[in-house]
């Protein structure tokens, strides 16, 4: 409450006339809190969320509460009141997306009835290269092996940390044009990357193939067959033609059965049980992904030629 008084003097009359004045005083006031938003070190393509609140201060309502940013800042959440009573609050979200390295600046404002309007907050924030890892064979995303059938081709991979990067790193490698009988291996599959200096790991694409005994069974059958059929005529000639008939067609199921498996020619006919890859071309894919974190996965591609032995 603020008082006061007008005197009036005039001719007409010895005291003067005396009018009492009375107001009260009132404040727009918009005040903003931080006063100072930094959203530091923020790796392009990702973003960073800060919260900010604006009061008003004064004594009487503010209106036409309106925010806007500049620079590489958004808001994210706004403010759903564009009139703020004494006391009033209104909570924002402001949002940082570097769109390059290096500083970026930017300003938070806010326009209404405040006669100090617009209310300006100072925005900073760091665009930074993205922390991860380079993913190579041989120092390239491709590489390409010939080798012969019964061989295996090594492929040498490298993971590079980028930007201080941390982290566990799996490997695995998938058959994009997989080769038959062969077999696709990683040492190490787990890498850890300190950030500082590259990995190494080795893929390993073997073109041979040791089957287990039941996917060997019509060599077998076959063997047994050839085997049984002399001993059979032998064994009739002095006993019964009817026992050579059985032998016969036992002889003829096991050739039947060896035949009628698909069973792959065997190269090696030391070892009837491994099996070899046929020339031709053959690729694999090889993946580096994180574990923990940011999800980062790169790939790379194996190409192997197989030629006849």
Same mark, same amino acid.
């Given at each position: 409450?603020?008082?006061?008084?007008?005197?009036?003097?005039?001719?007409?009359?010895?005291?003067?006339?005396?009018?009492?004045?009375?107001?009260?005083?009132?404040?727009?006031?918009?005040?903003?809190?931080?006063?100072?938003?930094?959203?530091?070190? *923020?790796?392009?393509? /990702?973003?960073? #969320?800060? !919260?900010?609140?604006?009061?008003?201060?004064?004594? %009487? $309502?503010? =209106? @036409?509460?309106?925010?806007?940013?500049?620079?590489?800042?958004?808001?994210?959440?706004?403010?759903?009141?564009?009139?703020?009573?004494?006391?009033?609050?209104?909570?924002?979200?402001?949002?940082?997306?570097?769109?390059?390295?290096?500083?970026?600046?930017?300003?938070?404002?806010?326009?209404?009835?405040?006669?100090?309007?617009?209310?300006?907050?100072?925005?900073?924030?760091?665009?930074?290269?993205?922390?991860?890892?380079?993913?190579?064979?041989?120092?390239?995303? *491709?590489?390409?092996? /010939?080798?012969? #059938?019964? !061989?295996?081709?090594?492929?040498?991979?490298?993971? %590079? $940390?980028? =930007? @201080?990067?941390?982290?566990?790193?799996?490997?695995?490698c998938t058959p994009v044009l997989?080769?038959?009988?062969?077999?696709?291996?990683?040492?190490?599959?787990?890498?850890?990357?300190?950030?500082?200096?590259?990995?190494?790991?080795?893929?390993?694409?073997?073109?041979?193939?040791?089957?287990?005994?039941?996917?060997?069974?019509?060599?077998?059958?076959?063997?047994?067959?050839?085997?049984?059929?002399?001993?059979?005529?032998?064994?009739?000639?002095?006993?019964?033609?009817?026992?050579?008939?059985?032998?016969?067609?036992?002889?003829?199921?096991?050739?039947?059965?060896?035949?009628?498996?698909?069973?792959?020619?065997?190269?090696?006919?030391?070892?009837?049980?491994?099996?070899?890859?046929?020339?031709?071309?053959?690729?694999?894919?090889?993946?580096?992904?994180?574990v923990n974190g940011t999800p980062?996965?790169?790939?790379?591609?194996?190409?192997?030629?197989?030629?006849?032995?």
């Amino acid at each position: 409450m603020r008082a006061g008084a007008v005197a009036v003097s005039s001719s007409l009359t010895t005291l003067p006339l005396a009018i009492s004045l009375t107001g009260t005083g009132i404040q727009l006031h918009l005040l903003a809190t931080p006063s100072v938003l930094s959203f530091g070190d *923020t790796a392009l393509g /990702t973003s960073t #969320s800060l !919260a900010v609140s604006i009061t008003n201060s004064g004594t %009487a $309502p503010v =209106n @036409g509460v309106s925010v806007s940013t500049t620079g590489d800042y958004a808001v994210q959440k706004p403010c759903p009141l564009t009139t703020l009573a004494p006391g009033g609050r209104c909570d924002l979200t402001i949002v940082f997306t570097p769109k390059a390295a290096g500083n970026r600046p930017g300003t938070l404002r806010v326009t209404s009835s405040d006669p100090g309007s617009p209310l300006a907050m100072a925005l900073t924030g760091n665009g930074v290269a993205p922390k991860g890892f380079v993913f190579s064979v041989d120092g390239a995303s *491709t590489s390409a092996l /010939t080798i012969k #059938s019964g !061989a295996s081709a090594g492929y040498h991979l490298s993971l %590079a $940390p980028q =930007n @201080g990067f941390t982290g566990t790193v799996v490997v695995n490698c998938t058959p994009v044009l997989p080769a038959q009988y062969a077999s696709c291996s990683l040492l190490p599959s787990t890498v850890n990357l300190t950030g500082t200096s590259a990995q190494t790991s080795t893929a390993t694409l073997n073109t041979v193939m040791k089957v287990s005994t039941a996917s060997s069974s019509s060599t077998q059958a076959l063997r047994w067959a050839v085997l049984l059929l002399p001993f059979g005529v032998f064994f009739v000639r002095h006993r019964s033609k009817s026992v050579l008939f059985l032998l016969l067609v036992s002889g003829a199921t096991l050739l039947t059965s060896a035949c009628g498996s698909g069973g792959t020619v065997v190269i090696n006919q030391d070892d009837p049980d491994l099996r070899y890859t046929p020339p031709g071309t053959y690729q694999y894919s090889v993946t580096a992904s994180t574990v923990n974190g940011t999800p980062i996965s790169q790939t790379i591609t194996l190409k192997l030629i197989v030629t006849k032995p």
